[in-house]
């Protein structure tokens, strides 16, 4: 009876063992064919999102490849759901967390798969959350080529650079010249594709970030040395438009001083307003004057207002942000707006702000971000931070930018699993 007892109890125990296998596994199915949905859905997005902004008419006729939000839902939808159920996940539930914005970007995606364990259907839950976003650290002029910076460049001891920035080292080597110092420069601008070959081999994203996140891929980022010069760099750097980047590289330093958005990639080369069809034609000239006074494309501060408020000069949050430009309390006293819901004065102090971001970061995406989650937050990981609200916004700037011709939508944003 003891063995027969013992091999009941073997038996059992296999019984049970394969059921929660078989738990086991069907629960990791389901939220395999959850994260392929969500992603699927985020291709669809990347993949449509630029007709968002296409004009609806041109030349009095439909435009075939405008595209209206719920017809872009509906896409996005479908791809979410025919890759669940192609994954054994039919009937899966799609939704939009930032639905109510212009042009959502975030696809979230609950599914459901059964298992029967000794005669009781178990139902296995998975969900998943993607989104479309910039890639951190992204400059504006990585949005043409898929490469970075596509301007023309200046070589320093045999590195490439934006001419500006070769400008200013010029003049910083001659300083440290004169203090006894010879400044050398490692490394400039690097594409995406020198960027992945250092990553493959030092993936570290505290030393070397992946390709596409890297701030030398603007043509601002110089690192110099020699060691013996990193005190003389961290005392004198900033006189000459250099900031140390991060606390950790004392020889990674980025040019910051040029704020104007045609300097980094936006607004056009001829020195045109670019402003913007969406804009409507009461706030057109203040967003001129404030483009023209602060150093900052037309076509930035109205895509910024689009969003922020849809130009509504009463807007409030419930954060607690006011007027047309969403200023909180505290921004608005520093930049010397007494009164944010007059518009005009509202766009002049949120160009200023605009320059001051620019000229810390030197980038138009990443002075978005800092516009949204505060400079610090940027300023800690030299990226736009990974808040679904600031990743979203920056996202959708770009996107009205693109409607615009101001900067190719969808091409410059990637495609992430966040949940």
Request: proline fraction near 8%; hydrophobic fraction near 45%.
């Amino acid at each position: 009876m003891l063995v027969v007892g013992g091999l009941l109890a073997v038996v059992l125990g296999a019984l049970i063992l394969g059921a929660v296998a078989r738990a086991m596994g069907t629960r990791d199915a389901a939220q395999r064919a959850a994260d392929l949905a969500a992603l699927s859905g985020a291709r669809a997005m990347q993949a449509a999102y630029g007709r968002l902004f296409e004009p609806a008419v041109i030349g009095g006729r439909a435009n075939p490849r405008h595209l209206e939000k719920e017809a872009y839902l509906g896409l996005v939808r479908g791809a979410a759901v025919r890759v669940a159920s192609e994954n054994h996940a039919p009937g899966a539930e799609v939704s939009f967390p930032d639905a109510p914005t212009l042009a959502p970007v975030r696809v979230r995606v609950v599914v459901e798969r059964r298992v029967k364990i000794a005669g009781e259907v178990l139902r296995m839950h998975a969900d998943a959350e993607a989104e479309l976003a910039p890639p951190s650290g992204m400059d504006p002029a990585a949005l043409t080529g898929g490469g970075g910076y596509d301007g023309p460049l200046a070589y320093r001891q045999g590195e490439p650079m934006r001419p500006d920035v070769a400008q200013a080292f010029d003049r910083m080597a001659a300083a440290a010249r004169r203090d006894g110092l010879h400044l050398v420069i490692s490394s400039g601008f690097r594409s995406d594709a020198e960027q992945a070959v250092l990553f493959a081999r030092h993936p570290d994203p505290k030393w070397v970030a992946p390709p596409g996140e890297s701030l030398h891929r603007n043509a601002t980022e110089l690192d110099v040395g020699p060691r013996s010069a990193y005190g003389w760099l961290a005392a004198n750097a900033g006189r000459f438009g250099f900031v140390q980047r991060y606390a950790w590289e004392p020889w990674h330093y980025g040019y910051i001083r040029a704020a104007g958005t045609r300097s980094v990639g936006y607004g056009p080369a001829d020195g045109r307003s670019g402003m913007p069809t969406f804009v409507p034609a009461r706030f057109a000239p203040a967003i001129s004057r404030a483009a023209q006074r602060w150093n900052v494309g037309a076509a930035v501060l109205g895509a910024q207002l689009y969003v922020e408020s849809n130009f509504n000069p009463f807007a409030r949050s419930p954060a607690g942000a006011q007027g047309i430009a969403q200023f909180m309390p505290g921004t608005a006293r520093a930049y010397g707006l007494h009164n944010p819901f007059d518009a005009t004065t509202a766009i002049d102090a949120q160009a200023h702000l605009m320059h001051d971001l620019l000229r810390q970061f030197g980038s138009v995406p990443l002075a978005l971000a800092a516009y949204n989650a505060g400079p610090n937050p940027v300023a800690t990981c030299g990226c736009i931070p990974p808040y679904p609200e600031t990743r979203g916004y920056v996202a959708r700037i770009i996107g009205l930018l693109g409607g615009a011709g101001q900067a190719p939508a969808g091409g410059g944003l990637a495609v992430r699993l966040v949940r």
